[in-house]
């Protein structure tokens, strides 16, 4: 593996999760691009538990093009941890990554490694500069998702920018040193603050398949990224008991200058509201206690997010050791 490392320039990591229908355009398109750039490289294909035949296709692609590695993971661990997955595998001085929908093109790979070893950039963003391919929907929530976090994480988080990307050795080093359980990349990496660039694209549509975050997943990935780079939602819930002490001081006045005046009614609506708008409050605050309660109680257990089962890069000397046992024992 060092040997692999001291000649490998350019890593790109491609998580996937039942891609049969898309492998035979990303190949298509992804090794005459890599193959145009003239340095050595590698792709690390990572399986994250598919159902389907993308693992069988990835041994009969690998074949014939010696520079794809098969990194499988055990069981379907998500998108990030199949990402952590490859650039933890990955040996190249650059790694890019890139899923396997083809809505990324594959062909601005050597635009960000030119662009990173001229500039002497760590960071290379592939920045979506139009996304009329994806519905109004998921145009207006991917605009509000990245409007949030820049002002709740930083400016650094460049708008548009997925996980399509480019990384230095450095980078890559830095973001494995990190330990976090829940990795978001996307806010992960402009954490870093490392020298960056863009490289600006159109979005294609999807090439074949469907789509890996659906309304539920885009939700989830919305919260990690609040919740694990953020202490906004805990201060938000302060300033609401905050607001709401202030709220029943003031009727708790209003009360008592009714009863003085000698006007007191039964007051079941107002009182009502008043229960209902307090156990509202208290709900959510204990809601967000609770979310931050259960990733430390994550980080505390040290889970690893995925386990490999396999990496192909590895298979000539599993072999190898296999005869090795033979011999010893005399078989």
């Not at 193959?35 to 990835?58: F, K």
């Not at 790694?95 to 790979?109: F, G, M």
């Not at 009182?271 to 259960?294: D, K």
Request: with cysteine; glycine share 8%; aromatic share 10%.
């Amino acid at each position: 593996m060092a040997a692999a490392r001291a000649t490998t320039t350019l890593s790109v990591v491609i998580p996937m999760y039942n891609e049969e229908a898309a492998l035979p355009a990303l190949v298509a398109r992804l090794r005459p691009a890599l193959d145009g750039t003239n340095v050595s490289y590698e792709v690390v294909a990572v399986d994250d538990g598919s159902a389907d035949r993308t693992a069988e296709l990835l041994e009969e692609i690998r074949l014939g093009w010696s520079e794809l590695r098969i990194v499988k993971l055990r069981r379907n661990s998500g998108h990030q941890a199949a990402l952590t997955a490859g650039l933890h595998s990955s040996v190249g001085d650059y790694v890019a990554s890139i899923d396997a929908d083809l809505q990324d093109p594959p062909e601005k790979i050597p635009e960000m490694l030119e662009l990173a070893q001229r500039d002497k950039l760590d960071i290379v963003y592939g920045v979506r500069s139009d996304r009329s391919t994806d519905s109004g929907f998921k145009r207006w929530t991917a605009g509000a998702y990245y409007w949030l976090m820049r002002r709740m994480v930083g400016k650094r988080v460049p708008s548009q920018a997925g996980d399509f990307r480019l990384l230095s050795r450095e980078a890559v080093d830095a973001l494995k040193s990190l330990p976090d359980q829940q990795q978001v990349y996307r806010l992960l990496v402009p954490w870093l603050g490392f020298p960056s660039g863009q490289v600006t694209y159109f979005r294609e549509e999807r090439v074949a398949g469907e789509t890996k975050y659906p309304l539920s997943k885009m939700i989830r990935l919305a919260i990690d990224s609040i919740t694990n780079f953020s202490a906004t939602p805990l201060r938000i819930a302060t300033w609401l008991g905050v607001l709401s002490f202030f709220g029943c001081f003031a009727m708790l006045a209003g009360t008592i200058g009714i009863y003085l005046a000698g006007h007191t009614v039964p007051g079941w609506t107002s009182l009502f509201v008043a229960m209902l708008f307090i156990g509202g409050i208290q709900l959510i605050c204990v809601g967000l206690l609770g979310e931050y309660i259960g990733r430390i109680y994550t980080a505390v257990q040290k889970r690893p997010t995925f386990f490999i089962g396999y990496d192909s890069a590895d298979a000539p000397q599993q072999r190898g050791a296999e005869r090795a046992e033979r011999v010893d024992v005399g078989v």
